[in-house]
């Protein structure tokens, strides 16, 4: 219907023409008249800002060793998958030739497996890589109507880098520049609207040849000469128009501007949070522990949420994300840990993911339908409230599981992991916190129920995914008034299967032969184990803007923790109150507070020296670890928050000898 519509609307704008083309000519016998100065029924004049994502490959020359870097569907390159943001400005002149300037810069994905284990990565004593690449460039097109195919050319940057290895594969040092070169390619751009573009660029750089002096290591001279090939797929986002009419003599000929689809959307969010706590007490330590001296430290995350409908009922999502940052002490030393935006793996620039890529088909079963807002993860529309919804690709599993309206995203209410999840379910996940599997839902009015089969890491803290083994969880959910006021009741059972080590085990070797360290007697041992357990979740609205959460879990505890935090038994609750009491109803008050414990064989292990996901301080001291936190998230408008946040945790890491820890955080968090 769109196609047949635009062709009619071309058709009459023709027509229209050539009227006035025609009266044109009947009416110069008669009088002059200057030619008119008509604009192009679609205009690309103004600036606008956007994202991209793409692969790339090319050498740094030969002797490099290049790092390879993640691929996930395509082969490992020394760029891997690239990811960010560009900028940039065009104006289209009444030829319809478009000229413009952008500029870019695209960061690099991570691995995905240790180093040593990479099979294209021999034990060297140097590595190369890159921590970002950036141009400004022009641009020189042609408009087809709402089609714009383009040349650009300029300058290009990058931060190349030389890591210095020791011998287990780990980085002494590192040598940094930033060569300054040249970039060109072609690309082409199409108009999905009056605001949204999208885009399809290949790119060459070349950077020029520089030598790196490793002298004082000692090594030998490296010289590198990085030449790349990018192609990228980007979206922009026209924040300015040029003119939005031109005039005819006395007509006013207005742009044609493609309608807005609802079978499409994109949402993007973004996240800063400064974290720090003053010198706490602290008489020793180990290798996991928060270090008793004071830190502070930030994490900033940059995420796009884009949905396609495909068909009645089926969708695909992808969002891809850049994460730079670190959680305080290297997100160590806590086991509900205070920021839950931190990664396990952090970088000092910012490295892009392909976090979540999804495929979902919903089933109406009939009857009652419901209106689907638009949102993150979410085309709008209607459905069906009896249904049965399959989703399967990449995901969070907290994006289907464990729900709460009031304690569920670190981004907009509380940060603690103790807070936002039922802590001692260790749901599948790499390193930032995903997984791949499928998840199938049946829903109905009052209760819902749902079941997903995941993928779990290799090893404990692994960044790798297998199909080798796996985890599962199914969870029901009850819906409920209480004197007119809504709750829910979510109750959920799960089971992993990973390659863990018995913490009876390792204490029975270890005592056997004092002289073996338990944290290598551990590995040794590592082999398919179970861990299975369950969470019960409850949210009550008290009255209007006004909330009640509370969580309770428990795990076996036998087996190492393989994906989460070392919590084996949690509870938590809270209250949540909207700003509309004291006039501002966009903001939110937050409190509450989590207790978390261990098994006595996990407790008996850290004690020992072990060490943990997240904990062990060499020794222990036993107590449960206790949390308060307390939040005001203020909204600056419909878009900006900013929260003030407070934490006091008691027994961090469960050792009664350390701390307590006061932790003190801002959070600027933008969504749209």
């Known amino acids: ?77 020394i760029t891997g998958l690239i990811g960010g943001y560009q900028a940039g400005y065009n104006f289209q002149l009444p030829n319809n030739l478009v000229l413009g300037a952008e500029a870019d810069v695209s960061f690099l994905s991570t691995l995905d497996r240790p180093r040593l284990d990479h099979p294209r990565l021999a034990p060297a004593p140097f590595n190369t890589s890159f921590d970002y690449i950036a141009t400004v460039r022009g641009r020189v097109g042609y408009a087809f109507g709402t089609l714009l195919p383009y040349v650009t050319g300029g300058v290009a940057w990058a931060r190349t880098r030389v890591d210095v290895n020791d011998v287990d594969g780990s980085v002494l040092s590192e040598r940094g520049h930033a060569p ?170 910012p490295r892009f993911r392909a976090q979540r890529y999804f495929f979902r088909q919903t089933f109406g079963l009939g009857g009652e339908q419901e209106e689907v807002t638009d949102a993150a993860n979410q085309l709008p529309g209607k459905r069906d409230i009896d249904r049965v919804t399959v989703t399967v690709g990449r995901f969070a599993v907290g994006d289907f599981f464990d729900g709460n309206s009031y304690a569920k995203d670190p981004r907009v209410d509380f940060m603690n992991w103790s807070m936002w999840a039922s802590a001692a379910y260790d749901f599948p996940a790499d390193l930032p916190g995903f997984t791949r599997g499928a998840v199938v839902e049946l829903n109905r009015k009052d209760w819902a129920v749902r079941a997903g089969l995941f993928q779990v890491p290799s090893a404990p803290n692994s960044d790798v995914l297998t199909f080798k083994t796996g985890g599962a969880v199914v969870e029901f959910e009850e819906r409920h008034t209480v004197f007119d006021q ?59 803007d006004v909330g009640l959460f509370a969580r309770a879990s428990w795990n076996d505890g036998r087996n190492q923790i393989l994906s989460f935090t070392d919590i084996d038994r949690s509870v938590a609750a809270g209250l949540s109150v909207k700003g509309s009491y004291w006039g501002r109803p966009s903001d939110t008050f937050g409190l509450g507070g989590a207790i978390n414990g261990l098994s006595g064989g996990h407790r008996d292990f850290l004690a020992a020296g072990g060490l943990g996901l997240l904990i062990g301080d060499g020794r222990l001291n036993y107590s449960n670890e206790r949390i308060l936190e307390t939040y005001y998230a203020y909204a600056i408008d419909k878009n900006f928050t900013l929260t003030a946040d407070y934490q006091l945790i008691t027994n961090p890491a469960y050792n009664a000898d350390r701390g307590p820890v006061h932790v003190f955080s801002g959070r600027f968090h933008g969504e749209f």
């Open 486 to 544: 809504p709750g829910k009741l979510r109750l959920g059972i799960f089971v992993n299967r990973g390659n863990t080590g018995n913490y009876r085990n390792a204490l029975a070797i270890s005592a056997a032969d004092p002289a073996l360290d338990i944290n290598n007697v551990m590995t040794d041992i590592q082999r398919q184990n179970f861990k299975y357990g369950f969470y019960v979740n409850a949210e009550q609205q008290l009255m209007k």
């Open 180 to 349: 300054l070169g040249w970039t060109a390619g072609i690309g082409v751009e199409y108009a999905a609207d009056a605001k949204w573009s999208a885009k399809l660029e290949y790119g060459y750089i070349d950077l020029g040849a520089r030598t790196y002096g490793l002298a004082d290591v000692p090594l030998p001279d490296v010289a590198i000469d990085p030449k790349i090939h990018t192609v990228k797929l980007g979206l922009n986002y026209r924040i300015w128009d040029g003119p939005a009419s031109a005039t005819a003599g006395d007509y006013a000929i207005k742009p044609l501007t493609p309608p807005v689809s609802r079978d499409w959307n994109v949402h993007a969010q973004t996240t800063l949070i400064s974290q720090g706590y003053p010198s706490f007490r602290s008489p020793y330590q180990g290798s996991n522990s928060l270090p008793g001296a004071g830190r502070v430290r930030e994490t900033w995350t940059v995420g796009a949420f884009l949905g396609w409908r495909l068909w009645d009922g089926g969708e695909f999502y992808f969002g891809p994300e850049l994460a730079q940052g670190f959680g305080i002490g290297g997100t160590l030393g806590l086991a509900g840990f205070s920021n839950g935006e931190a990664q396990k793996g952090g970088a000092e620039y």
């Open 1 to 77: 219907m769109n196609r047949n519509r635009r062709s009619l609307e071309h058709a009459l704008a023709g027509v229209a023409f050539g009227a006035l083309a025609l009266g044109s000519q009947a009416m110069a016998a008669d009088m002059p008249l200057k030619a008119p100065h008509l604009r192009p029924a679609f205009d690309w004049s103004g600036f606008y800002l956007g994202g991209h994502v793409g692969y790339g490959g090319g050498s740094f020359g030969p002797g490099t060793n290049p790092l390879p870097l993640q691929g996930v569907f395509f082969p490992h390159s």
